[in-house]
């Protein structure tokens, strides 16, 4: 018997914000890979998570392993981002209340 090598499409999307998610679904390639970093396996992880599929699971395992300085610069970069969406928040939230304590002012 012959097996042939196949090559299959590694199951991650990258959807319209940047963000590379597993299969078909929500769950990030972010929180797949802090889970395995974490210790889980691939059962575990989809025993956490029920909608991922095992083998996709296990692929963008593989995928990770074989590329980690590509995911993990793609990890750090989001995480950058993140912070700096976080930081634009607490300005907006600031310029929020003193918007509040104006027009508190105002009705006096």
Same mark, same amino acid.
């Given at each position: 018997?012959?097996?042939?090598?196949?090559?299959?499409?590694?199951?991650?999307?990258?959807?319209?914000?940047?963000?590379?998610?597993?299969?078909?679904?929500?769950?990030?390639? !972010?929180?797949?890979?802090?889970? %395995?970093?974490?210790?889980?396996?691939?059962?575990?992880?989809?025993?956490? %998570?029920?909608?991922?599929?095992?083998? @996709?699971?296990?692929?963008?395992?593989?995928?990770?392993?074989?590329?980690?300085?590509?995911?993990?610069?793609?990890?750090? @970069?989001?995480?950058? %981002?993140?912070?700096?969406?976080?930081?634009?928040? #607490?300005?907006? !939230?600031?310029?929020?209340?003193?918007?509040?304590?104006?027009?508190?002012? #105002?009705?006096?």
């Amino acid at each position: 018997m012959n097996l042939a090598a196949v090559n299959e499409k590694i199951p991650i999307e990258t959807d319209k914000d940047g963000v590379i998610r597993v299969g078909n679904t929500r769950v990030t390639l !972010k929180t797949l890979v802090s889970a %395995f970093n974490n210790g889980s396996n691939a059962e575990e992880i989809v025993y956490q %998570f029920p909608v991922l599929n095992l083998a @996709d699971v296990y692929a963008v395992i593989t995928y990770y392993l074989r590329n980690r300085n590509i995911v993990d610069k793609y990890l750090n @970069d989001r995480t950058l %981002f993140a912070g700096q969406i976080s930081q634009k928040n #607490q300005q907006n !939230k600031s310029m929020n209340d003193i918007r509040k304590r104006l027009i508190a002012r #105002q009705k006096q």
